[in-house]
């Protein structure tokens, strides 16, 4: 749990560091809504809100590295191993892409993801948990889906949906924080009166409110886009190897080999389980929904 609430806050203070320095950035270009500085703004906003999302990216390996623990199979030392090397080994090769680093990290939880900033510069890990719950097959499954997830560019198409997200969050925050600021004082921002120490209080706590309030709407969007590239990860591990391989591997995380310790805040859109938050903030769909897909294909 620790490990995991050290990358979530350090995904946090990426963004909160971006934020000051773009916030720096604006004040020494002098970029204000007066005078047709909306293109001014956006384009702002796009840099600071894609700096964060491609830092997250560019990091995810080691991140997910230090995170978990994850030790990387180089040579492997015992059947166990041997195994996994050669089935990601193999998936790969069948789905046309560079062999991926493969690795493995203790954990009770049956999980596996896989992250990287391009298709040839990947990792998939998995969990021993992963491993001593589930059949050879039935991880041969859960391989395919990472490795699917790598050969869509689930990872590159995630992030970039995340700075497209920030930029708008950050330009409407900003717009409605400043204009109730003005209708709060009652002028208009384009008569050039700067900020008093009142409005520059006011405006960063209500344009701190109004970030929550649009993050929650981006998430969903985000989660919604996350749910849709689950589906086409299952379809792509069925035609990897089977479908009915594919249906084993969530049939058994439907029979209850889900973490049901003390993590529950997984890296959403990385990792393989669903989450216990509402429908609308679920990184995955609910895994009858998942089975049924399949097995209409």
């Known amino acids: 749990m620790l490990r995991v609430l050290l990358f979530l806050l350090m995904q946090v203070a990426v963004l909160v560091v971006v934020s000051i320095v773009g916030s ?4 020494l270009f002098g970029i204000r809504l007066g005078g047709g ?16 999302s491609f830092i997250s990216l560019f ?3 080691t991140m997910c590295k230090s995170a978990y623990g994850v030790q990387t199979i180089t040579v492997p030392q015992n059947y166990q191993e041997q195994f996994i090397y050669d089935t990601v080994a193999s998936l790969a090769s069948k789905a046309g892409l560079k062999m991926p680093e493969v690795g493995i990290y ?22 021993t948990g ?3 719950a589930m059949s050879e097959d039935e991880v041969r499954g859960v391989i395919g889906h990472e490795i699917s997830h790598i050969k869509n560019g689930d990872m590159v198409t995630m992030s970039l949906l995340q700075g497209v997200l920030n930029t708008f969050v950050y330009f409407f925050s900003y717009i409605i924080s400043q ?17 008093g120490m009142g409005d520059f209080m006011l405006f960063h706590l209500v344009n701190t409110i ?44 439907k029979r209850g080999i889900q973490p049901k310790g003390e993590s529950k805040a997984y890296m959403q859109a990385l990792c393989i389980n669903s989450s216990d938050l509402a429908s609308l903030f679920a990184s995955h769909p609910p895994l009858e929904k998942r089975i049924a897909a399949l097995r209409a294909l």
């Open 24 to 27: 720096i950035l604006m004040s």
């Open 210 to 253: 109004m970030q929550i309030l649009f993050g929650m709407l981006a998430t969903m969007i985000l989660m919604w886009f996350s749910r849709y590239r689950e589906y086409r990860a299952d379809a792509g591990s069925a035609f990897l190897s089977s479908k009915e391989t594919m249906i084993h591997s969530l049939e058994a995380l």
């Open 59 to 61: 990091m995810s390996k």
């Open 179 to 195: 204009l109730i600021v003005n209708v709060m004082n009652n002028r208009d921002d384009e008569e050039g009166e700067g900020m």
């Open 130 to 132: 992963l491993l001593n």
């Open 106 to 127: 203790n954990s009770a939880d049956p999980n596996a993801f896989a992250t990287g900033y391009s298709k040839d510069n990947a990792l998939v890990a998995v969990s």
């Open 37 to 52: 500085s909306y293109t001014g703004l956006l384009v702002m906003c796009a840099i600071y809100g894609f700096v964060g």
